[in-house]
């Protein structure tokens, strides 16, 4: 069993930067496949961005291709998510998930822990 524990969401103006990370303890951390995904209310929960077990390989959706990047320190047992050029409907809790698959990554349902998730706020 993996938890998981996001942190450095926050209130930021459009154009800023954030780095949210996720701390996983329980578990093998290097063993999963790690994702963002995030939620504003009313709207299923939406694919952000991916990366494989060694970090080798990364996917992100379309809307963030080019301002976010995702990472991981396996060493470290943490997840990263770089995000520049903030917009206002970027706007979202945004949580990180751990998944046993290497494959259909950009589904929510691929996961299998995930953490509480962390808002992140950007005023225009």
């Known amino acids: 069993q993996v938890q998981l524990v996001e942190s450095g969401g926050g209130l930021v103006q459009a154009g800023d930067s954030l780095r949210l990370s996720c701390a996983a303890s329980g578990g093998s951390f290097s063993s999963y496949a790690m994702g963002w995904l995030r939620q504003v209310p009313g709207k299923p929960r939406e694919f952000v961005a991916a990366?494989?077990?060694?970090?080798?390989?990364?996917s992100y959706a379309g809307f963030v291709k080019g301002r976010f990047t995702i990472s991981r320190d396996n060493s470290e047992n943490t997840l990263y998510l770089q995000m520049n050029s903030l917009k206002p409907e970027d706007t979202a809790v945004y949580y990180c998930a751990a998944s046993a698959r290497d494959y259909g990554l950009d589904l929510r349902g691929s996961y299998d822990y995930w953490g509480q998730g962390t808002q992140v706020t950007v005023s225009s």
């Open positions: 990366v494989s077990r060694n970090g080798g390989r990364t």
